[in-house]
């Protein structure tokens, strides 16, 4: 219980974040105190707060699942995911005790003093598998949403004895164990209703390979008409299982007749909603559909949904199976993913990316620099995204929208304005906006995907890829100012499995430039020129070396001598290095060092109008 019982300390902004936040009181916390009107952040623009034509005496299909090889059960499973997005099973097998301990197990964690919840905070955490928070971002978002949760990513049995809350572990890994059989029954008969009938261990683990719960905890609200429990969102999952009580709360969005439908509770039943990695699996036959859950001012609620995700590495595409059976075209283009994202990644539309144009898009860890302004964008706890499209304007820290539109750096080279990524797992910038001016650093980065972006008139490089990993690059475009002949296209440093393809360079210097400490690069598909061609270039002596670059189908045109120049450490030879077709019109081709290196060379396909000169 909280100790503070004064009403009025809580409304400047400073003073609901210490306590909400800082002091780990959460949500819960503030209720407690027993305010009569919610603080100002709390309340939600009107278009959020409201619903309007709620059905009455409709509801989700409710089905019985106590025979999965019944036909009808299938048949009944596949509208529904079709239909509606959402469904309640019965008689699943997971035992009542079982779902009643977890339910408990919950009201025992968020009944823990502030000060112990407050161990498992973003600040405190010994790892982010295991997370205290309250609404989405509290630091940065606009209005609060009035809940309280407890995020664990289940990694193996470990780490879980290790670090989860001892008060809920026990009975959440319980509750996992007892609906893994839940899980891979709704998964086969998912999949069978999109022709895969096979789910080897490869497939199970790109539909299913990794697993987060959520202990949501929502107070009673002194004005639940001016708040949320949770905005409206989808899921980013395959699928997710949800554990309510009694309580009632849930509302699924009905699009065909623009309205809402409650999810009343069913005393044991397990509620199911598809997710927006599964519309795309499926090519947009299974529907993942908007839900939000009411504030209430009568009593608290809990729920425990399980996220059945993809890994965070995996890239996601429609199943080739589904696309095989109805002779149909892709609707989305493959996407990185990554687990448990707590807002949805899902636009809807067809002939786009994954990339979110909800409010509830997630965005990227880390921060844009736009000239001198430093706008901070929201934070989630697994997937970040960055879109940027031809419509819309500059997201601030007021704003739960993404970055859209043409960014323009400032002209003044000496502020630092770079556009910078920093530090993120699982980014997506797409969209086909345009990034204007300075240079675009991508830092410490794993597991990216850059497509179909334009990059302009930088005075110095214009992408920067230094300390990243799982990189792709493609059908990226560069234009340098003419009045900036020393400019670099794409730089390279420190970087593992980096994939450009489909790409045009037009810059005054190096088209690509690979350094230091860089192995597994491939380069397909990409036009150069009027510059310096590609290099591979390291001081020396060097203490690094490059390894595992592959350069094939490269055509453009040179202003030097050299077109493609590699110049190894004479202490750390060059290791497994491929060129291929590679053109570059009335230019020669230097391998500089090459007795350092050990090659994959195909001399036959490697064509240039000059000879290829050795160095040393």
């Known amino acids: 219980m909280a100790t503070e019982t004064s009403t009025t300390f809580l409304y400047p902004t400073d003073h609901v974040t210490d306590f909400v936040v800082n002091k780990g009181n959460g949500t819960k916390g503030l209720s407690e105190t027993g305010i009569k009107t919610i603080p100002k952040q709390y309340i939600q623009p009107l278009e959020e ?228 990695a599964l519309q795309i ?78 409010r509830q898009a997630g965005a990227f860890r880390g921060h844009i620099f736009n000239g001198s302004l430093r706008r901070g964008l929201q934070e989630t706890a697994g997937g970040q995204i960055f879109d940027v499209t031809k419509y819309g304007a500059v997201a601030n820290n007021d704003s739960k929208d993404i970055v859209q539109g043409n960014v323009k750096a400032t002209t003044d080279i000496s502020s630092g304005g770079w556009f910078s990524f920093e530090q993120v797992n699982g980014l997506l910038i797409t969209g086909g906006g345009t990034f204007d001016g300075q240079v675009t650093r991508v830092y410490d980065v794993s597991n990216a995907i850059v497509e179909g972006i334009i990059s302009l008139n930088s005075k110095w490089f214009h992408l920067f890829v230094y300390k990243c990993k799982n990189i792709t690059l493609n059908n990226f475009k560069i234009t340098a100012p003419a009045e900036s002949p020393n400019t670099d296209g794409i730089h390279i440093s420190a970087s593992s499995f980096v994939n450009i393809s489909n790409t045009a360079i037009g810059t005054g210097d190096d088209c690509i430039g690979i350094v230091q400490d860089s192995h597994n690069v491939l380069i397909t598909n990409v036009t150069c020129g009027p510059g310096h061609g590609i290099s591979f270039c390291l001081e020396q002596p060097s203490k690094w070396k490059i390894t595992d670059v592959h350069v094939r189908n490269i055509n453009g045109t040179a202003t030097s001598k050299v077109s493609i120049s590699l110049e190894c450490s004479s202490l750390f030879p060059c290791e497994v290095v491929e060129m291929a077709t590679s053109i570059f019109h009335d230019r020669f081709c230097m391998l500089k060092r090459q007795r350092h290196a050990i090659w994959l060379v195909k001399p036959s396909t490697l064509s240039s109008k000059g000879p290829t000169v050795p160095s040393d």
């Open 281 to 358: 699996f499926s090519n947009g036959r299974y529907r993942s559909i908007e839900h939000r859950v009411a504030a209430n001012g009568a009593s608290n609620r809990i729920s425990v949904p399980i996220f059945v995700n993809p890994r965070p590495t995996d890239i996601i595409s429609p199943l080739p199976e589904v696309l095989a059976t109805t002779g149909e075209k892709p609707i989305y283009k493959p996407v990185l993913t990554s687990s448990a994202t707590p807002r949805s990644l899902m636009s809807g539309a067809k002939d786009t990316t994954l990339a979110s144009h909800r």
């Open 49 to 276: 707060r409201t619903m309007n034509n709620v059905m009455v005496g409709e509801s989700i299909p409710i089905i019985d699942v106590s025979n999965w090889d019944d036909p009808k059960v299938a048949s009944s499973i596949w509208d529904a995911a079709e239909k509606w997005g959402f469904f309640q099973i019965i008689n699943h097998g997971v035992p009542i005790e079982v779902l009643d301990n977890v339910k408990e197990a919950t009201c025992r964690f968020f009944d823990l003093p502030a000060e112990e919840k407050n161990k498992y905070s973003k600040e405190n955490t010994v790892s982010n598998n295991v997370r205290y928070s309250t609404s989405f971002v509290p630091h940065v978002e606009k209005a609060l949403e009035w809940k309280d949760y407890l995020s664990l990513f289940y990694v193996n049995e470990e780490e879980t004895s290790r670090l989860w809350p001892s008060v809920c572990k026990d009975q959440v890994l319980e509750y996992m164990n007892q609906s893994q059989k839940v899980i891979s029954q709704l998964l086969r008969v998912l999949m069978k209703g999109l022709n895969v009938t096979e789910i080897d261990s490869e497939k199970e683990k790109l539909l299913s390979g990794s697993r987060r719960f959520n202990l949501n905890y929502y107070p009673i609200c002194p004005n639940p008409e001016l708040t949320v429990g949770v905005g409206r969102h989808s899921d980013v999952s395959t699928f997710t299982v949800l554990l309510q009580d009694d309580i009632g709360g849930l509302y699924v969005r009905v699009e065909a007749k623009d309205s809402w439908v409650h999810v009343t509770p069913v005393k044991g039943s397990l509620v199911i909603n598809i997710g927006d």
